[in-house]
Structure formats: C-alpha cells, structure tokens
C-alpha cells in the first residue's frame, strides 16, 4: 500500500484548504479509507472515514467543518476544510483501513 497526501499548506482561522491523497497497490474502490491528523506534539487521531458505496463518518472536531470525498476513478480521497481553526494545525494523513502503512503526510498550519 502507498499513500501521497498533497495541499497543506498556511491559512488564516477562518479559512479553507483541500487535501488530496492518492493510494496504490490495492483495489481502492472497495476499500475503506480513512483521514487521520497528528497535532504538534500529540497522538495520531482519527478525522473522516469513508466507505465504498459513500457513507461518511467525521469526528466531533471536525463534523460540519470539514467534508471527505472520494473519487474511485482518480484513486484518490479529498478532504474539504472550512472554517479552520488554529487547533487543525497538524501533519494530515489518509490510509486504507487494515493498512499498516503511513504516506508522509501533508502539513497544515492555521495561524494569522
């Protein structure tokens, strides 16, 4: 499995940004990917989850802020940001579920 997170970068509080992670070497369109961020300083934790025939399920964190889709013919998970806040600071992740492996993530940094 390999997993490339692209688009972070620095915004203002209020703010929006898109995420993108593209996977490979696993049928992507039947499996459940999930985004995950790791604050500064703090534990890995779990963001959106999106399953194959498009449930979605966020965190209590990010729910109404933050909008995870997927698109199965480009290999590839987006996450929709809005509304940031400086707590979403955090190197953003997206992984299959069942996978043990990690991309290098994508750096986010909410700041004015």
């Known amino acids: 499995d390999q997993f490339v997170e692209s688009g972070g970068g620095l915004v203002q509080p209020g703010g929006s940004l898109r995420l993108s992670c593209v996977g490979s070497g696993f049928p992507f369109s039947d499996e459940i990917m999930t985004w995950h961020r790791q604050p500064p300083g703090k534990a890995r934790e779990w963001v959106a989850t999106l399953w194959p025939g498009g449930a979605l399920m966020y965190s209590d964190s990010v729910r109404g802020r933050f909008t995870a889709s997927r698109d199965n013919a480009k290999n590839t998970v987006y996450l929709q940001m809005n509304m940031m806040k400086p707590e979403d600071t955090a190197v953003y992740y997206c992984?299959?579920?069942?996978?043990?492996?990690w991309g290098q993530g994508t750096q986010v940094t909410v700041s004015s």
């Open positions: 992984q299959k579920v069942g996978s043990t492996t």
